[in-house]
């Protein structure tokens, strides 16, 4: 049994949804369902400081 991500992602694929790829990024399904609710729910300006954070951190490693 994988993490919770991990398996929500199986049946994210398994249902239809499609990875898509930036470049030799690869952004996983349960990643833009994630970003689509928190910008439903806190609106463009959490999703905008979310999403910085996300990068600065993908590129410190």
Same mark, same amino acid.
């Given at each position: ?6 398996? *929500?992602?199986? %049946?994210?694929?398994?249902?239809? /949804? ?12 349960? *990643? ?8 439903? /729910?806190?609106? %463009?300006?959490? *999703?905008?400081?979310?999403? *910085?954070?996300?990068?600065?951190? %993908?590129?410190?490693?």
């Amino acid at each position: 049994m994988g993490t919770l991500f991990g398996e *929500l992602n199986k %049946i994210l694929l398994e249902t239809g /949804f499609s990875r898509m790829y930036f470049g030799e990024r690869t952004v996983e399904p349960v *990643l833009i369902i994630f970003f689509g609710v928190m910008l439903w /729910f806190l609106g %463009i300006q959490a *999703l905008g400081l979310v999403s *910085l954070l996300c990068i600065v951190i %993908i590129h410190i490693q």
